[in-house]
């Protein structure tokens, strides 16, 4: 008889889309690749590479990660311009950008890379909202970023949520270092602690902490904050400083 063997996996879907987690599920099997739950039992998608969701967008029993045709229309993925929707052939590509219009988000807007910030299925290039903040994309001073209130404290047409420099009028939001910072508030700005961040915009301008950490978020970083947690008490003398009672 051959042994069984114990097997746990993280993370474990079934074809119904229900999770398992790794804490809950102990396999027992006498193949290291398939396994058994009470009287079902499913095999691993992809037995030699990572899949924990075990995604099988055809369902041909073989894991999408390790599918070279998933959407099994035998037009292999590295050659479909509509990987996961099935086609008989290349279909139309109405905006010539690599995308089949059959799952194009924006089928006359040419965005080969298909962003869509707020997830409602029409992509960023023709969505009138892309961050559904009910501004309109075109009047919106942060396209991207969630901001219902406009606000720009620089005017420079730039919300503050997306600014690299909301303190310093910047339009061109050049950042040649891509420190995060835009060049005009580095340029202009001091750094006295040297930790890369200027001192207009550092919650702690004279100790280094280029992590910014702000437990209470009272504009005062931790390494300078006496109280951390904002509970009133000091921290010489809080037992617990980094959280409310």
Known sequence: MVPLVSKTVANYSDTRGNLFNKSKLTFRTTNPNRCTIGYRSWKDRCAYVPNSGQEDNDQDT???????????DNIPDKEDNCPFKRSR???????SDGVQDTCDNCVIEKNGEQTD??????GDACDQDADNDGITTTSDNCKFHVNTDQKDTDGDGVGDVCDNCPKHSNRDQLDDDESGFGNVCEVTGKDSDGDGIPNDYDNCPHIANAEQTDTDQDGTGDVCDNDKDGDNIADVDDNCVCSKP
């Open 117 to 122: 910030v707020d997830g409602d299925g029409v």
């Open 62 to 72: 073989l894991g999408d990660v390790c599918d070279n045709d998933d959407d099994d």
């Open 89 to 95: 052939r290349a279909g139309t590509d109405s905006d």
